[in-house]
């Protein structure tokens, strides 16, 4: 493809260059660690991923981490997997995290919106007041370092301090959002085994209530490990028998106390979407997470105590966990619970407007509902302290790009990032010293030997290959949960490049050293930002009598769009009528959540497979895209070849 050299969509001015925290901590590493003075951000990116001890080093003193035990050294084996960070050091994550209470204790650390949209600020003081009190009650409960605590829980204040507490006390946070169904909570936490859940009565959502008393019934019978349960009264209910409730643990005046954990003591479990079976349970470290936040949110976002963080996000996305990591920057952050677009399309930037952001986060696809709806910010909203908007969740087109400089401003740092839940951070995306180009996302993030390959491992500029990740980083997962010998997360990451990390992405980096996404190389689904898991899907479809197999599809589109059909095999003499339609979306829908609700259900003759019976995702997606039947697929490994020329035919079909 071309990447031929454009003119970029915006530059930051000199002056911008100058105050950036990043142009600060290179000038101070060149000075103290041997980082280039010049050349900017790539020769620093350079120095970050071929001298990482010397890098990382920089990054823990420019941000004052403050160990409780000193470490021996910073990387005591760099081989991936098993990287170790820091041997020696103790730490501890909500320690940092609530930091700016000494001197800023009046300050808001927390803006807190609910669908009327009016901020309701949680001072630093009170934060640390809370998770005191509470790390104090989990501690009166049993509850050790090492012991899971899962939250069922919206974007809510409550969530942030339950997570803190948990940390404070070294225990391991888990959380689900309560859209989602029994089912899909259970498949994640009953594998993580918690000693606690905080929960919620329900929720508000599109302007309506949505009760969640029967699904936290079902959670408290099928966790048998649970020695309490917290209950939050969102809609006003009481708490159900045997709960405690929110307020009694969290009303003591008690000084937190942090216990200082080896560097990687888990922090927290997130999830991987599921598609070959139950999700994975991504486990990642105190220190590994606190380092790389530091680095991400300090120096790529440019966050500070002077900063505001929006972020849209709910508390079963990583892009929660990076949310609340806003406070270690001492940073505000804004905790949005509700509808993306309630009661209008353009509701995430009035909550912008109303929080004085200045750094709002959200998904390419809402920037392009908002580009299709006709919403126009500037003209609509006082968005004047916004500096930054990022999206994340699937590639920003260039038409979004275009949108957000002419609607929003022309002097508007517009941050395309992409990461994963797999490291809880991105792997490229903001820099606020280099150019931004339509389309691209600015640069590998330091510490990042970002690449693309080709299938023999060979390194491509300005052509697409796999993303990979040839040097550990800190938040790379310490293990998974239940994998006791490593070979699950072995398998998901290193069995393509061993020792190298491929992450399941089609890139491009280009000449200029920016880097292009084109969507997923795999056959996770990826709608509205969030990653699902196939599996949960077919498990619901396939216990209709009418559905003998099924097949779920994603497919990025070219104007930014997702298209996710639904394949169904029906059952001798069954028709696919629009009453079969609605009771399978019904059945999604209630046992899963509105997202996972396909945007077509087609039927098919039959779903091809393996020879060893898996079904073939990825062939089949790339057959949808319009790539050739002897490009999409080996017909050696296929058990019935005849059926992907169905497929193959949509493809063609389709406008």
Request: proline share 8%.
């Amino acid at each position: 493809m071309s990447t031929a050299n454009p003119q970029p969509l915006w530059q930051p001015d000199p002056e911008r260059i100058d105050r950036a925290r990043i142009t600060r901590f290179q000038a101070w590493a060149a000075d103290h660690h041997g980082a280039p003075a010049d050349g900017g951000y790539f020769a620093l990116h350079q120095w970050s991923v071929t001298e990482p001890e010397s890098f990382w080093r920089a990054v823990t003193e420019w941000f004052d981490v403050r160990f409780g035990t000193p470490y021996a050294r910073v990387l005591g084996d760099r081989s991936m997997p098993g990287a170790q960070w820091f041997p020696g050091a103790t730490l501890n994550y909500a320690e940092h995290a609530l930091r700016a209470a000494a001197d800023r204790p009046d300050d808001a650390a927390l803006l807190c919106v609910d669908e009327t949209h009016e901020p309701r600020p949680v001072t630093w003081s009170e934060l640390r007041r809370q998770v005191g009190s509470l790390a104090a009650r989990l501690r009166d409960l049993g509850v050790r370092p090492g012991d899971r605590v899962s939250g069922y829980l919206p974007n809510i204040p409550e969530a942030v301090v339950a997570l803190l507490a948990t940390a404070a006390v070294g225990a391991v946070w888990t959380s689900c959002a309560p859209d989602f169904g029994a089912r899909s909570v259970l498949d994640r936490f009953q594998q993580v085994e918690p000693v606690v859940l905080f929960t919620v009565d329900g929720y508000r959502y599109g302007g309506k209530e949505h009760d969640r008393r029967d699904t936290v019934a079902e959670l408290r019978r099928e966790l048998p490990t649970l020695r309490a349960v917290v209950h939050i009264p969102l809609l006003g209910t009481d708490a159900p028998e045997g709960a405690l409730g929110w307020s009694e643990l969290t009303a003591d005046d008690t000084e937190p106390v942090f216990e200082q954990v080896p560097f990687d003591h888990p922090l927290w479990v997130l999830y991987s979407s599921g598609t070959t079976g139950l999700p994975k349970a991504i486990v990642q470290s105190q220190g590994g997470i606190l380092v790389e936040h530091l680095k991400q949110l300090g120096l790529h976002c440019d966050l500070g105590p002077e900063d505001r963080f929006f972020w849209y996000t709910s508390t079963g996305w990583m892009m929660w966990n990076f949310l609340v990591s806003g406070l270690l920057t001492g940073t505000t952050i804004v905790l949005y619970d509700g509808s993306p677009g309630f009661p209008d399309t353009g509701a995430q930037w009035r909550v912008a407007e109303r929080t004085g952001t200045t750094l709002y986060g959200t998904s390419a696809a809402y920037v392009m509902a908002c580009r299709k709806a006709g919403v126009h910010p500037a003209r609509d909203f006082d968005l004047s302290t916004v500096q930054c908007v990022a999206t994340t969740g699937s590639p920003l087109p260039p038409d979004g790009f275009r949108w957000l400089h002419d609607e929003v401003r022309e002097d508007l740092w517009i941050a395309s990032v992409s990461g994963g839940t797999d490291v809880c951070s991105c792997f490229a995306g903001a820099v606020p010293t280099l150019p931004v180009y339509t389309g691209e996302l600015q640069a590998p993030g330091l510490g990042t030997d970002l690449q693309s390959w080709d299938a023999s491992g060979k390194p491509l500029v300005d052509e697409v290959g796999e993303l990979v990740v040839t040097n550990p980083m800190p938040s790379m997962p310490i293990r998974f949960w239940n994998d006791p010998d490593g070979s699950r997360y072995r398998e998901s990451y290193f069995e393509t490049y061993p020792g190298v990390w491929r992450h399941g992405d089609w890139i491009t980096v280009t000449s200029r050293g920016s880097v292009i996404i084109h969507g997923r190389s795999d056959s996770t689904l990826n709608r509205q930002g969030v990653r699902m898991g196939s599996a949960d899907i077919y498990e619901v479809v396939e216990r209709l009598p009418e559905i003998k197999e099924s097949l779920v599809i994603g497919i990025e589109q070219p104007d930014g769009g997702y298209w996710m059909p639904l394949f169904v095999h029906l059952a001798p003499g069954t028709a696919l009528d629009d009453a079969l339609r609605d009771r399978i979306k019904k059945a999604i829908r209630e046992q899963l959540s509105p997202r996972h609700v396909p945007d077509e259900i087609i039927e098919v003759p039959g779903v091809p497979h393996t020879l060893t019976g898996k079904r073939i995702e990825v062939p089949v997606k790339r057959l949808l895209q319009g790539t050739p039947l002897e490009k999409a697929v080996n017909p050696g490994s296929i058990d019935d070849l005849t059926l992907l020329g169905f497929y193959e035919e949509l493809a063609r079909k389709r406008p």
